[in-house]
């Protein structure tokens, strides 16, 4: 088996793991502060300091995970480096590498973002910058944090599907949240 088929193999992937890491912390987070939190809110003010601590993990991990995904260092494995040795497979096409460059740069983009967060607040802590000020310059929207994982994602399975391999599903854990959220629900009336 050639490298490239053994990174794209689900089963002891790190970075398919981070991958899906960074998709359950996303979705957890966002069931907890998007949309659907005025159905919670309630439960969430019964267990102020827990859910308060809950929401800002599953954020950090996201950030840190997205981060590590992309990260640019030539000693981690991350998405670039993958990308990197498709092209060096010659059973790759132009087209698609060319497919697999058009999503990274898209990707890149938002994880520009992510970085200004990971290295001003969630690694670091920018002594004259508050959370506010950082977030106002990273200029991120929820909705960037799950395109970027869907990228990832895209490009991972893009290869896979190079192979004839079937494309993995990521992780979901929403059903469970919404379970412990209606079950914490019936037992506070």
């Known amino acids: 088996m050639s490298d490239i088929k053994k990174l794209i193999e689900p089963n002891n992937n790190e970075l398919f793991h981070i991958l899906n890491t960074a998709y359950f912390n996303y979705q957890s987070w966002w069931i907890l502060v998007g949309p659907d939190r005025p159905k919670y809110v309630r439960i969430l003010n019964n267990y102020n300091l827990y859910f308060r601590t809950v929401i800002h993990s599953h954020l950090t991990t996201l950030i840190i ?3 590590k995904i992309f990260d640019k260092r030539k000693d981690s494995y ?22 697999l460059d058009k999503k990274f740069d898209s990707a890149i983009e938002i994880w520009e973002k992510v970085r200004i967060l990971r290295h001003k607040y969630y690694a670091h802590l920018k002594y004259d910058l508050t959370p506010n000020k950082i977030y106002k ?30 494309e993995i599903p990521l992780v979901s854990t929403e059903d469970d949240l919404y379970k412990l959220l209606n079950d914490l629900g019936k037992c506070n009336q």
């Open 65 to 67: 995970s997205l981060y």
């Open 78 to 99: 991350n998405i670039k480096r993958l990308i990197k040795i498709a092209k060096n497979d010659d059973s790759f096409t132009k087209d698609e590498l060319n497919i």
């Open 137 to 166: 310059e990273a200029k991120i929207k929820p909705d960037e944090f799950l395109e970027l994982i869907m990228q990832s994602y895209d490009i991972f399975n893009i290869i896979r599907e190079h192979f004839k391999k079937p």
